[in-house]
């Protein structure tokens, strides 16, 4: 098993909630998660424990984000497509992917994995520059990821 395997697993992802991620306002509006995570671990300075009421419903949004929309219409548009070409990465002990779309993926996983290392640490320890940098990473790496995984997608889809 992958390791998104086994985050997908920890999601319960089934084909059902897939597809509804599929949808272009479930990809968009997930990017909402990390600055929400970082406001809720943040709070902790003005609500103290209570900071866990924020941080459980970040967690909660994260959990609910790829349910909430309706299977898309169409998903002959880059949002679908990442989320689409995602599932193939997903599976590629299972069904091998192109060797020409090995590599990239671990790299811009690395770099958001390093991003939100810095996050983690502008967070812990209050400070606001290493948390922007860090959140650039992550959102570029995983960006990043998403268009090879629409490239992905593209390169591997039956016509």
Known sequence: MTKEQKIASLFAMDDETWERHSNPWSVWTRNTVLPVLIVAFWSRVWLGW???????AAILWMWVNPRLFKKPESTDNWA???????R?????KTVPVPERHRRAPNILSAVSGVGFLFVIYGVYFLEIWPVLFGSALVYLGKLWFLDRMVWLYEDTKED
Do not use: D, F, M
């Open 50 to 56: 209570l900071a866990i009421v924020p941080v459980a």
């Open 80 to 86: 679908s497509k990442s989320v689409l070409g995602e």
């Open 88 to 92: 193939i990465w997903l599976n590629r």
